[in-house]
C-alpha cells in the first residue's frame, strides 16, 4: 500500500512520496514537512491517484471528464487511478529533503 502525504506546498492536495518528490522539484524547495494522510471515505467524493485531485462521485467520472483515462481491463469501466475515498491529514509526519544536485553546495 502507498502512503499519501499532506504537506506545507499544496495544502488541498495528497501525493505519494514520488509525487511530493516532483512537486519540491517544480516549486524548488530542499525540505519539506510532509503529514502522513489517511484514507476517509465521504459520500459523493473520489480521488484520482495520477492527478492527487479530488472530485465528485459519478458513475464513472474518469470516462467522460479526464484525459488520463485507463479502464481496469477491457470488461470493467472504472479508470485504474479511481479511487473511492479522500484523505485527511493525520498527525504522523516525516521530513523529506532533496540532495542537491551534485556540482553545488
Known amino acids: ?9 499544496d495544502k488541498e492536495r495528497c501525493y505519494n512520496k514520488e509525487q511530493l518528490i516532483e512537486q519540491m522539484k517544480w ?8 503529514y502522513e494522510a ?3 471515505r465521504i459520500p459523493g ?11 465528485e462521485k459519478l458513475d ?3 470516462l467522460m ?5 485507463a479502464p481496469i481491463s ?15 491529514r493525520t498527525e504522523k509526519f516525516i ?3 532533496l540532495k542537491p544536485p551534485k556540482g553545488t553546495k
Open 74 to 88: 477491457d470488461k470493467c469501466r472504472r479508470c485504474k487511478f479511481y479511487v473511492p475515498y479522500s484523505y485527511e
Open 95 to 97: 521530513i523529506l529533503k
Open 60 to 62: 464513472y467520472p474518469c
Open 38 to 40: 489517511k484514507p476517509v
Open 65 to 69: 471528464y479526464c484525459g488520463y483515462y
Open 1 to 9: 500500500m502507498k502512503y499519501y502525504y499532506a504537506d506545507e506546498i
Open 45 to 55: 467524493i473520489y480521488y484520482c491517484s495520477l492527478t492527487a485531485e479530488f472530485g
Open 27 to 34: 516549486h524548488e524547495v530542499n525540505e519539506v514537512k510532509a
